[in-house]
């Protein structure tokens, strides 16, 4: 399939797909006797792949290691799954610093939100500040 019906099938652009194949994450292709690039269906698969990882917080470093080798090599499956483990337990300390986060946050809202009647605003700043450290 030529990059126009390949940009079409994965919604990437075509100079998306040409960056992937300059990167070398995309299996370099073959010109026709027109010019024209010519992808295989595997294209469409490493793209597939490539953006779910992207969409996962994988960087386009990470997902090389991941990637299907070519042809003539099998996927590496042991270091498939650490890639991934690596990914997840990243994700995972990112849920807590954000989780952590949020309490924080909640807790500065509820201690302006329940600023004492009595107190101007200016030494609630200080309050509040006195609170976050």
């Not at 386009?60 to 290691?65: T, V």
């Not at 299907?68 to 990112?94: C, D, F, N």
């Not at 809202?109 to 450290?133: F, G, Y």
Request: with cysteine; proline share 6%.
């Amino acid at each position: 399939m030529r990059i126009g019906e390949l940009a079409e099938r994965s919604g990437l652009a075509p100079s998306r797909i040409r960056f992937y194949e300059a990167s070398g994450l995309l299996s370099a292709v073959e010109r026709g006797a027109n010019g024209y690039r010519r992808y295989g269906p595997e294209a469409l698969s490493t793209l597939e792949i490539i953006t779910s990882a992207q969409t996962c917080g994988f960087t386009l470093e990470e997902i090389r290691p991941l990637l299907p080798m070519r042809h003539s090599e099998p996927w590496q499956r042991q270091e498939l799954l650490a890639g991934l483990r690596r990914k997840l337990e990243e994700i995972t300390l990112m849920q807590k610093r954000l989780a952590r986060n949020r309490r924080r946050l909640l807790g500065v809202i509820a201690s302006i939100e329940n600023k004492p009647p009595d107190i101007p605003c200016t030494d609630n700043v200080q309050r509040v500040l006195a609170k976050m450290r």
